[in-house]
């Protein structure tokens, strides 16, 4: 592929202790090799056929990210931020296409489904907003200042399914440091999502600690 992709941002202090940012970058996701050309798999159990896309393109995508940044005093930091994503021919597995469009006949499997990998048309547009919050209390007295605390949450708005993209996701940790003892209490939170583009596959949610 002979593309151009341009990336870039700016900074700006909008006061002493408040930071805009504002950035934009291009980039290619090139199809996997087993989509493009792998191997027929049939499944007897299931009835399913599933078939490579020799013809499958590349996504292309555009990610906008806009955010602010309040630095506190004397050290930790508040932030909000905003993206979207636009992918265009983005790649989708596991979608159901007629036999003749991969190059086999009605009556070959009969009854059975056939999936490819396939391009969604026009433009599929992910959005998020970011809220994180991270200090150190360096401001208690005495050994309470080796406390800390960081914490973010994701929350994504998409135009459609998404395989592996939770809506909502959650990180938090807690820390303490002091006289060369460190300690770190770290967790996460994942909403529900969909582990493959197959129709009869659930969803999961993942949570640890």
């Known amino acids: 592929y002979d593309d151009w992709f341009l990336s870039g ?7 002493d202790n408040l930071v805009g940012q504002f950035a934009y970058s291009q980039s290619i996701l090139r199809p996997d090799y087993g989509n493009l050309g792998g191997v027929v798999a049939v499944n007897d159990d299931t009835q399913i056929v ?3 896309n020799a013809l499958l393109k590349p996504e292309h995508s555009t990610k906008y990210f806009a955010g ?10 508040v932030g909000v931020s905003y993206y979207r994503l ?8 596991g979608i159901t296409v007629n036999p003749e469009d991969v190059g086999y006949s009605a009556s070959d499997y009969p009854g ?9 048309p026009g433009i599929s547009t ?22 800390g605390m960081r914490a973010s949450l994701t929350m994504i708005d998409p135009d459609g399914e998404r395989v592996n993209m ?7 940790g807690l820390r303490y440091s002091h006289s060369g003892f460190d300690l770190q209490l770290t ?6 999502y969909r582990t493959s583009a197959l129709s009869n596959t659930s969803t999961t949610a993942n949570n640890g600690i």
């Open 112 to 120: 059975y489904i056939f999936r490819s990998a396939q391009n969604a």
């Open 126 to 147: 992910n959005e998020g907003v970011i809220l994180e919050y991270d200090q150190q209390f360096s401001f208690l007295p005495g050994a309470l200042r080796g406390f």
């Open 68 to 77: 602010l940044q309040y630095f506190l005093e004397p050290s930790g930091v």
């Open 187 to 192: 967790g996460n939170w994942q909403d529900k």
């Open 166 to 172: 939770p809506k909502k996701a959650a990180n938090w």
């Open 9 to 15: 941002g700016i900074k700006y202090d909008l006061t």
């Open 86 to 93: 636009d992918i265009k021919d983005m790649q989708v597995t």
């Open 50 to 52: 599933s078939v490579p």
